[in-house]
Structure formats: C-alpha cells, structure tokens
C-alpha cells in the first residue's frame, strides 16, 4: 500500500502556483519526500526530494512540515506544460520497494 | 547522460505468448526496477534488481520474471500472457547511493497490448 494520500485532482489557473499536499504520516526517520510527475503515457519524471528541510530546484519547491508528517510541492508559476499526474513517494533508498499511489491530476486551466 | 531507455516501445501479443522486454539504464547506474500501469491499478512495482540479483518483489505472480546483466542491462518475461497484462510498462534507473537519497530515473515504457 501507498505510505501517502494525496487529493485525487486540483485545478489551477495559468501562471498563478500551484500547491500540492501530501500526508505521509507513517513516515520513518530516514525516509526522504519524493516528488514525481507523469504526462500523459510518458515515463514519470523526476522533480525534487527533501528529508526535513525545505528545498527549491528550477521546477518547484518542496515544503516539509516540522514534523515531516505532510508536504507542499509548489509550481510558483503553472503553465499549461505543467498539466499532468503528480506523485508523491517517500523512501529510504535502493532497498525499499517504491510504492506509487494515485496521485494528483493537477490540470492547468488557461 | 544519455536516459533510460527501453525497447521496444510498442508491442502486441496475443494470449498465452510471452514477451521479454528491454532497459537499459543511465549510465552508472546499478539499480533497475520495474513497474506496471494500468488505469484501474496505477503505477505498481514488480521487482528491483541491483549487482544482477532481485532485493525486492511486488505482488505479481510468477509468470512476471526478471533479470539482470553484469552491465546493468534489465529485462523482464511475462509468460502466458492474459489479457490483463495489457499496460505501460516502466523501467527505472538510480545508482543507488544505499543510506541516502536515491533517484530513480525513468524510461519511457513500452505499451504492451494483448489481445
């Protein structure tokens, strides 16, 4: 089963952010946030991780709670590209089995 | 760094055949793992291989099969193929750096049709 709840859709207006929850309350000390998406039929790609503390790239940020039992991925700007599945994982690495869930359609609106 | 790929991309196959499908990861990288997708089950995880030996398996039934080559080269066989075996098939790639974060890179799957 799937250690994160995700809502199943959202909608967001174009070049307004986008803000993503994530629970994993059952998460380990040594389990890190993983951020994915897919468009559609394409492979998932990767967009950020965190342990703790708060972390930004190119593509979004990463908002961990103190008590890192809930996440934010935030897409300060939507485009229409930014229209996909987003996943949310947690895991500690190569020996732990991936469990994706359903993730969050996330559909950019014009 | 050239991506993972996987081949072939498309492939239709009739039931009770089998089929072996392809990755090839990023270079460097030493664990594989794969996933099915359907629209009704999701992204679900078959098995991972790292140093041409499984660590881990998902829920599948034996007729979903894997393995591993000295350059990290993966492949996986479904025998007796059912027509619920019909999905994208993912491959993915990390280098597996074991007590800290490891990203997994994906390919761009291959959709399996059976009819």
């Known amino acids: 089963d799937a250690k994160t709840t995700q809502p199943p859709s959202m909608d967001c207006a174009e070049g307004r952010a986008a803000n993503l929850p994530c629970n994993h309350s059952?998460?380990?000390?040594?389990?890190?946030v993983y951020w994915y998406r897919q468009i559609h039929s394409q492979g998932p790609q990767y967009i950020i991780h965190g342990l703790k503390n708060n972390e930004t790239n190119e593509m979004a940020s990463l908002i961990i709670t103190e008590d890192r039992k809930s996440s934010t991925l935030i897409l300060p700007h939507a485009t229409l590209r930014d229209t996909a599945v987003y996943y949310c994982?947690?895991?500690?690495?190569?020996?732990?089995?991936?469990?994706f869930g359903i993730g969050t359609k996330l559909q950019v609106i014009p | 760094k050239a991506g993972v790929t996987q081949t072939p991309r498309y492939l239709i196959k009739t039931r009770g055949q089998q089929v072996t499908l392809s990755c090839s990861p990023i270079?460097?990288?030493?664990?594989v793992s794969w996933y099915q997708q359907t629209p009704g089950q999701g992204l679900q995880f078959l098995f991972e291989?790292?140093?041409?030996?499984?660590?881990n398996k998902g829920n599948f039934p034996g007729r979903f099969s894997g393995r591993q080559f000295s350059n990290s080269r993966s492949e996986m066989n479904v025998s007796t193929l059912e027509l619920g075996d019909s999905a994208l098939y993912l491959c993915?790639?990390?280098?597996?750096?074991?007590?800290?974060?490891?990203?997994?890179?994906f390919g761009p799957g291959t959709r399996l049709t059976v009819l």
């Open positions: 993915a790639s990390s280098f597996d750096s074991t007590g800290g974060p490891d990203t997994q890179y």
């Open positions: 994982i947690v895991s500690s690495g190569g020996y732990q089995k991936v469990t």
């Open positions: 059952t998460i380990s000390g040594n389990e890190y």
């Open positions: 291989y790292f140093s041409e030996t499984q660590r």
């Open positions: 270079s460097g990288h030493r664990s």
